[in-house]
Nanobody
Framework: VQLQASGGGWVQPGGSLRLSCVAS????????MAWFRQAPGKEREFVAA????????YYASSVKGRFTISRGNAKSTVFLQMNRLRPEDTAVYYC??????????????????WGQGTLVTVSS
């Protein structure tokens, strides 16, 4: 399984960015795709996820209402629309995928397949 993330960059506070992640080699019938982030000096944290079978979505409280995870028409493509960005959103964002279907596992850092990360910088 390979994941390719893109779309990071620099944006001013209050701005928007859209991240994309394309997965190849995903042959699972049931799985989840997620976004995590790691800010400098901090541990990697959960941001958002989608359970592929029913499109249920999950968000960290810090991004709920500002970020939206969605799936593309192409198989195994996921987006993260980030609005009203704040300086504290600055981090390397990673997409992840795995055969996870239970909510408690979908929102935890237990994925086996990860993309390379894309840097998001929010500053004025």
């Amino acid at each position: 399984v390979q994941l390719q993330a893109s779309g990071g960059g620099w944006v001013q506070p209050g701005g928007s960015l859209r991240l994309s992640c394309v997965a190849s080699g995903l042959t699972f019938s049931n799985y989840a795709m997620a976004w995590f982030r790691q800010a400098p000096g901090k541990e990697r944290e959960f941001v958002a996820a989608m359970r592929w079978s029913d499109r249920n979505t999950y968000y960290a409280s810090s991004v709920k209402g500002r970020f939206t995870i969605s799936r593309g028409n192409a198989k195994s493509t996921v987006f993260l629309q980030m609005n009203r960005l704040r300086p504290e959103d600055t981090a390397v964002y990673y997409c992840a995928a795995d055969r996870l279907t239970i909510q408690s596992t979908i929102v935890q850092d237990g994925y086996n397949y990860w993309g390379q990360g894309t840097l998001v910088t929010v500053s004025s």
